[in-house]
């Protein structure tokens, strides 16, 4: 599509006094012409033929500068924008070291099967035309070796790769713990490529780092150091990323020196509907809006949201429209691989409009050049806004990236302060390669592969750093000393047993033995339940039974009008109390804790007015984790403050001593039935205007003010009049907000908030914990930046202009409920003072 196509687009949305008045920021970057350099003189005549008969006839600067830096010997990391030819440092390099030396073998990496397809392939043509060019030169063998290699195929790609793509996991899984087989590659490796590194973060990359160690520690016996190149979105440590991953110097190249077209891109608030109650319309709807409007240009877009449920919600409101059937799909995770190639291939040849995705789509897949970008809610990161904006005018053309702000405080955030998006520098990837529980998990694949002999260090860790975990290892017959040797015990395969990802384990979602997709175990409890509502390509489905023990869900076809959300209870309890601190209103914290999560129901929401149907309960296994915490306690002194100013309401209900007999009493005038659904059986007594809306008991317990309900209905009156307390606000707020001040996605933070609590001694709290097994170091940087996120929370909460508090600062207030923004800003005022 042209540029004039986009920019009347973009025009038309200027133009429109709706859309118009819904823009908060704008970002227009100008076209930029490319930067070019020189091949460098070491490469063969043959390979700079290759990339000219590809119309490449001058790298861009940052070609050629990583390229020097790869033939002088050094390991690289090449930080640039999307679609800037990172991948042609690696290429060009791999292809004149086998040139020159036919047994040279390159290990590549690659996030995603999908992405070491796409690059295979493109490595695979530029092999044909080398052929093809230089008839005789000695054919480069190239292959892909991951889950979906048929077994035919593998002994073959051992014995003659020379050029091989997989993937972290069966680096993991398959590669290393099977090293003697793979001896003819590991003898003649000399590159090791590691592509998006900026992936490489959180557990993922903790875990990705041992399994280099691990690389490093096979490569070694084989007598081989490989060199390492990486590539990377723009990051801000991606060097220091780099060099924690392979615990070498690595050179940086971040000068792009490649063009690309003029970049449009706006953030977008949704419309006031509520103004005193501080509710806008739902970013789901509007850039719901904004992507069926956009289906009548012609052109191409990717509309990415972050969760799996948000993708399948955008395609079943979008099927409204009926152009939308063909012309719009929905990519995630958990679909079968081939209904995802399926949908690739439909972009690349234009053959859709809109492609609906998560992430997934995110990294460099060749989907061909797209026109436009809409993301639903601020994607957690700079890096992974910027990537994902990326997406678009890949071939030079004029893009358009659209952001819809979500109602949440880290959303309303960035409308405040948009330089943070369009002005900082993109965040730093976090990984704890030493987290006690990744590297246990490690170490003993480790020793399964090759014995670990007495003061051996692991990578760079000296024996002394995990000598606890040898000893517990063997106190557990999980590992034998013999004499001063490490080593396996014979017949256990420990990397089956270690995901390196968070999405282990998988379910199979089936229906009458039909595989429809799959879902991880850390996401079954809550997406799939029993009775849950799961959607698929837009349609919906309810869970039949979850089967734990055989790892499958059932499901049956449902013409559904909602779809359910989980109810849990959280409890914690302190490990080990690592720091404390002493601050205004209270003390910080940082330590170990046990976090206990129990799914005990979930509600039925009618689709689009989010309208509570239904509440049901549920009885399923809790969930248990160690992992780190960072938490504020608040002093005596700031809860008797906030008190005598009336602004204390966390304090459990005084319903007085006749309430017991007085219930009763209510529940033989009501006959024993509940007044909303007449059915019998065990019943509540509510409030019906909220007990903490009165002076005291007397007023509050008027016969007139009470009604007999069962459990269910008791539960959606509550929903209606519930009245939140100031700690619970604060916890909300603080916790929307803290994704913000480290690398991560509110996923990857749990938030929590207690009257009073083990953690402190009885104290009122706010948690806010990492959702990772040992921790991976977020609430340890919570703990270090507390002033900083105090004064933010403190800015976000003041400046909203809702009157009681909403979805944008200290969470939705219930219809006839109260919500707690006075409260809150008490106790932040006390937290800065």
């Known amino acids: ?20 008045d819904t823009i908060v920021a704008q970002n227009i970057k100008e076209a930029v012409e490319a930067v070019y350099g020189v091949f460098p003189s070491a490469l063969l005549p043959p390979v700079t033929s290759l990339f000219a008969s590809q119309g490449i006839l001058q790298p861009y600067s940052h070609q050629s500068e990583a390229l020097q830096h790869i033939i002088d010997g050094k390991n690289v990391v090449i930080s640039a924008g999307v679609a800037s030819g990172k991948s042609l440092c ?16 390159a290990l590549l990496m690659f996030p995603t099967k999908a992405l070491a397809q796409d690059q295979a392939q493109k490595m695979q043509g530029l092999l044909i035309n080398l052929a093809k060019q230089n008839p005789r030169l000695h054919g480069i063998s190239s292959g892909i070796y991951d889950g979906d290699t048929p077994t035919e195929l593998r002994g073959k790609l051992r014995k003659q790769s020379q050029i091989l793509f997989t993937n972290p996991d069966m680096l993991h899984l398959g590669i290393l713990p099977n090293h003697s087989l793979w001896s003819a590659f590991f003898s003649q490796l000399n590159y090791v490529i590691i592509d998006e590194v900026h992936i490489y973060r959180g557990v993922f990359g903790s875990h990705f780092a041992n399994v280099i160690r691990r690389l490093k520690r096979v490569c070694k016996v084989y007598g081989k150091s490989p060199q390492f190149i990486f590539t990377s979105a723009t990051l801000a440590n991606a060097q220091e990323l780099a060099e924690a991953l392979c615990e070498e110097q690595v050179q940086l190249v971040d000068t792009d020196g490649s063009p690309h077209g ?35 240009t012609g052109l191409q877009a990717i509309l990415f949201s972050e969760t799996r449920p948000s993708v399948e919600m955008l395609l079943l409101y979008l099927k409204t429209d009926k152009r939308a059937s063909e012309l719009i799909r929905s990519y995630r995770s958990g679909y079968l691989a081939d209904e995802r190639r399926k949908i690739e291939r439909e972009l690349r040849n234009r053959e859709i409009a809109i492609v609906i995705s998560t992430n997934a789509l995110e990294l460099g897949i060749d989907i061909g050049g797209l026109d436009a970008v809409f993301i639903n809610g601020y994607p957690g990161t700079i890096c992974g806004t910027r990537q994902q904006a990326g997406r678009a005018g890949r071939q030079g053309n004029t893009s358009l990236g659209i952001m819809v702000a979500g109602a949440n405080p880290l ?35 480790a020793i399964s592969e090759m014995a670990l002999q007495e003061g051996e260090s692991f990578g760079a860790l000296k024996p002394e750093n995990f000598f606890g975990h040898l000893h517990s290892l063997v106190e557990e017959n999980l590992v034998k000393r013999s004499g001063n040797r490490y080593i396996g015990v014979t ?18 979602i089936l229906y009458q033995d039909d595989l429809i997709g799959w879902v991880d175990s850390a996401s079954v409890s809550w997406m799939a339940h029993p009775k849950a509502i799961y959607l698929h390509q837009g349609e919906t489905w309810i869970v039949q039974d979850l089967d ?26 302190l490990d080990d109390l690592l720091q404390i601190e002493n601050v205004p209103g209270g003390r910080k914290h940082f330590g170990k804790v046990t976090v206990t999560i129990t799914i005990t129901g979930f509600k039925k929401l009618r689709f689009y007015s989010q309208e509570i149907l239904e509440q049901e309960t549920l009885d399923l296994p809790p969930s248990v984790m160690q992992t780190q915490a960072w938490w504020i306690s608040l002093s005596a002194e700031t809860v008797e403050k906030t008190r005598a100013m009336g602004l204390w309401n966390n304090d459990p209900n005084d319903y007085g001593k006749g309430w017991a007999a007085l219930a009763e009493q209510i529940k033989d005038r009501d006959s024993r039935h509940c007044r909303n659904c007449g059915t019998g059986g065990e019943l509540h007594v509510h409030h019906i205007i ?9 007023e509050a317990n008027h016969p007139d003010n009470l009604v007999s309900l069962c459990p269910r209905c008791h539960h959606l009156a509550e929903q209606r009049v519930y009245i939140q307390s100031g700690l619970a606000a604060l916890a909300y707020l603080i916790g929307n907000l803290a994704p913000f001040f480290v690398m991560c996605a509110q996923k990857d933070l749990g938030i929590h908030s207690e009257d009073k609590s083990p953690l402190a001694m009885g104290a009122p709290v706010i948690v806010i914990y990492d959702k990772v097994a040992g921790g991976i170091g977020l609430s340890r940087k919570l703990y270090q930046l507390h002033n900083r996120l105090i004064y933010a929370a403190l800015d976000r909460v003041k400046s909203c202009s809702c009157t009681n508090g909403c979805p944008a600062c200290v969470g939705p207030v219930a219809e006839n409920g109260m919500g707690a923004k006075e409260e809150a800003i008490a106790i932040l005022q006390e937290l800065i003072e």
Do not use: W
């Open 1 to 20: 599509m042209s540029s004039a196509d986009i920019s009347s687009f973009i025009a038309g949305f200027h133009a429109d006094k709706r859309s118009r």
């Open 262 to 296: 003029e970049r449009h891109f706006y953030i977008c608030n949704p419309p006031m509907i509520e103004p005193s109650l501080g509710i806008r319309r739902s970013s789901t709807l509007e850039v719901s809006s904004i992507a069926r409007r956009f289906l009548d």
């Open 548 to 573: 734990y023990e055989n790892k499958k869900v059932i499901l049956e076809p449902i013409p559904a009008n909602y779809y359910t959300q989980t109810l849990q209870r959280t409890e914690i309890t």
């Open 491 to 508: 017949g256990n395969y420990p990397a089956g047993e270690v995901s390196i990802r968070n999405a282990a384990n998988q379910f199979q």
């Open 411 to 445: 959303d309303q955030y960035i409308c405040q302060h948009p330089e943070y998006l369009f002005g900082s520098n993109p965040e730093q990837a976090l990984i704890d390669p030493d987290n006690s529980d990744i590297l246990r998990m490690q170490l003993l694949c």
């Open 690 to 698: 909220p007990f903490r809306k009165f002076p005291g008991a007397e």
């Open 90 to 105: 690696y290429q060009a390099a791999i292809i004149n070291s086998l040139l020159s030396n036919p047994h040279s073998r």
